[in-house]
């Protein structure tokens, strides 16, 4: 399974960006999706995640500005960021609770890809 991720890039504080992300290969179910962030110097930190059921749970820096949304038929996730800030610059990571034809539940890491919002 690989997650492939796209999106992101260079914008002025207020702009707005679309992260999306889909999930390849021996995929049975998707539990659920999500974002993940990582700036120079911190941890990595939960940004968005979305259930199967489209149950969504947001970082309470993100709320109202940020949003989420899934495809379980199509393993994607997008999310979609609106009045960006220049703290919300980091590497943004898709990540993937995923359901093989095994039964079991794996999880999965994308690619990193950046978001930069301008000073």
């Known amino acids: 399974v690989q997650l492939q991720a796209s999106g992101g890039g260079l914008v002025q504080p207020g702009g707005s960006l679309r992260l999306s992300c889909a999930a390849s290969?021996?995929?049975?179910?998707?539990?659920?999706m999500g974002w993940y962030r990582q700036a120079p110097g911190k941890q990595r930190e939960l940004v968005a995640r979305i259930t199967s059921s489209g149950n969504t749970n947001y970082a309470d820096s993100v709320k109202g500005r940020f949003t989420i949304s899934g495809d379980n038929d199509k393993a994607t996730v997008n999310l979609q960021l609106y009045n960006l800030k220049p703290e919300d610059t980091a590497v943004y990571y898709c990540n993937a609770d995923l359901k093989r034809q095994s039964g079991r539940s794996y999880n999965y890491w994308g690619q990193g890809t950046q978001v930069t919002v301008l000073q």
């Open positions: 290969g021996s995929i049975f179910s998707v539990n659920a």
